[in-house]
């Protein structure tokens, strides 16, 4: 698998390729928001891990862009720790967030578990899931509405999928949190309303009245057939 790093702090670069390399990943680096586009818009990554403060282009901003032409998991890194910046780089399209200074084995298990879940372990392959004017190909990771492909990030397919599979199946945000991301945010669900609201936003005819993707108010979300 190929993973692109990006940070304009060439020394933390080199220490972040050294290790994952030595996972077994194929590691191709740069140093600022733009070569993060243009390398993704010319090649095939599985996984990006960009940092959120860069010359030429910063980490959200060259985040959005991608998000334009791939789904590609993205992991933000960020020396800030606001939930704020935490919520703006999920609302720009990133899967995840690490707050510097972290722990490589820490980046690596959150890599491992974003590249298992975008290539689909463990899913069972060829079905197509279907509720009224919404459909899932799973073995394809491609949700369609009214007969048009919808893009989504591989966080916000792993979470309809998994809403889809368990209808009318009840979770409560840290339920998903824990089943979707693979661990706790150390209690920042709103992580999952953000989510959310972008799969109404995309999935939904009337986001403001989903027919699909409900709220049980005090508990959690579920998906209505």
């Known amino acids: ?100 200074p972290f722990n490589i084995l820490e980046l690596k298990a959150r890599a491992r578990a974003l590249l298992r879940r975008a290539a689909g372990v463990q899913r069972n392959r060829g079905s197509i899931l279907t509720a009224g004017d919404l459909s899932l190909d799973t073995e394809a990771r491609v949700a369609v509405r009214d007969g048009k492909t919808v893009d989504l990030t591989a966080k916000e397919y792993d979470l309809i999928e998994l809403l889809m599979r368990n209808p009318r199946r009840v979770y409560s945000r840290e339920n998903l949190m824990n089943v979707v991301w693979g661990y706790s945010y150390a209690g920042d669900y709103r992580t999952v309303d953000v989510h959310i609201r972008r799969l109404r936003e995309k999935l939904e005819q009337n986001p403001a009245e989903p027919d699909h993707i409900m709220t049980k108010w005090g508990v959690g979300y579920y998906f209505k057939e």
């Open 1 to 100: 698998m190929k993973i692109l790093v990006v940070d304009d702090e060439r020394t933390l670069v080199k220490g972040i390729k050294f290790n994952l390399e030595n996972e077994g990943y194929e590691v191709e680096c740069a140093y600022d928001g733009l070569a993060a586009v243009d390398l993704t818009r010319e090649g095939r990554f599985d996984l990006i891990i960009l940092d959120l403060m860069m010359p030429e282009l910063d980490g959200l901003e060259a985040c959005m862009r991608i998000r334009e032409f791939s789904n590609v998991p993205i992991i933000m890194l960020t020396a800030k720790s606001e939930d704020t910046d935490k919520l703006m780089g999920f609302e720009c399209g990133a899967d995840d967030y690490l707050t510097k």
